[in-house]
């Protein structure tokens, strides 16, 4: 199925999605509260909508999983062969705070896998884009931009900007290097920090939903790394019968 779909569609559906969060963003807008108490705004629910509208019109087969559509049973999307993942506004609450670190998350998963991701962050005009086989880029550069030759000697780690657990922390405290820098960054712009090498390492021992990881993570895969559980230490899967990510860590 990947090899069918056009990677430059999939980055104009981001841009053309991210123009219209910019155009909210740049404004007052209103803010309502879904049932898990996950804020809500105009611009999540209208880039969802043309993200999901230009989906099915280029790919009609390709069934969606969005996070501001009704879920699909499991009953149903278990036989998926493949299927989009979307996240409208990774970091709705980086865009309330309107600390420009928000992103447009869309990735098709294949056999439980993510194998084409595309995660544009307008604020900062940054834009990640990754195809199974065809590697990972930011802005046109290709996947790793550093590396860290000297993990023993110093660590550069990413954590959540809004969900630091204590459990995080401690992992992170308890890492074998003789120096750490740690910086803390929103919404999915993380692993993508570690596929470009900006960072060496990702602890998230807190909640997180499918579509919040699953196009960074096809970029994460690109650039040589991986999404680890860190229960198992095996690879991150999708389309799970509970969309709950577990613990992972990135590297």
């Known amino acids: 199925?990947?090899?069918?779909?056009?990677?430059?569609?999939?980055?104009?559906?981001?841009?053309?999605?991210?123009?219209?969060?910019?155009?909210?963003?740049?404004?007052?807008?209103?803010?309502?509260?879904?049932?898990?108490?996950?804020?809500?705004?105009?611009?999540?629910?209208?880039?969802?909508?043309?993200?999901?509208?230009s989906l099915v019109k280029l790919y009609p087969d390709i069934p969606i999983m969005s996070e501001e559509?009704?879920?699909?049973?499991?009953?149903?999307?278990?036989?998926?062969?493949?299927?989009?993942?979307?996240?409208?506004?990774?970091?709705t609450k980086e865009f309330i705070?309107?600390?420009?670190?928000?992103?447009?998350?869309?990735?098709?998963?294949?056999?439980?896998?993510?194998?084409?991701?595309?995660?544009?962050?307008?604020?900062?005009?940054?834009?990640?884009?990754?195809?199974?086989?065809?590697?990972?880029?930011?802005n046109g550069e290709r996947l790793p931009l550093?590396?860290?030759?000297?993990?023993?000697?110093?660590?550069?780690?990413?954590?959540?900007?809004?969900?630091?657990?204590?459990?995080?922390?401690?992992?992170?405290d308890k890492l074998d290097t003789k120096e750490i820098e740690q910086v803390s960054r929103g919404s999915s712009l993380k692993l993508c920090m570690v596929a470009s090498g900006e960072a060496d390492i990702y602890p998230r021992l807190a909640p997180t939903m499918e579509w919040d990881t699953a196009a960074a993570d096809a970029v994460v895969r690109e650039a040589g790394k991986m999404s680890y559980q860190f229960e198992n230490n095996q690879p991150m899967v999708y389309n799970k019968e509970d969309l709950l990510n577990p613990w992972f860590v990135v590297k």
């Not at 009704?70 to 970091?91: E, S």
């Not at 998963?109 to 880029?137: C, D, H, M, Q, T």
């Open 97 to 138: 705070k309107k600390n420009d670190e928000f992103t447009v998350n869309i990735a098709l998963i294949e056999k439980n896998k993510p194998v084409l991701g595309v995660v544009y962050a307008p604020a900062i005009e940054e834009l990640y884009k990754a195809k199974e086989g065809k590697g990972a880029f930011k």
């Open 1 to 53: 199925m990947v090899e069918k779909i056009r990677l430059d569609d999939i980055v104009a559906i981001a841009k053309e999605a991210g123009e219209a969060i910019m155009q909210i963003y740049r404004r007052d807008f209103n803010i309502e509260y879904k049932d898990d108490k996950s804020p809500l705004t105009e611009a999540d629910l209208k880039a969802n909508e043309i993200i999901c509208n």
């Open 146 to 172: 550093k590396t860290n030759e000297n993990p023993k000697e110093r660590l550069f780690v990413v954590a959540s900007k809004s969900h630091l657990s204590k459990e995080t922390q401690e992992f992170i």
């Open 69 to 91: 559509n009704k879920q699909t049973d499991y009953a149903i999307r278990k036989d998926w062969d493949a299927y989009w993942c979307i996240d409208p506004i990774d970091g």
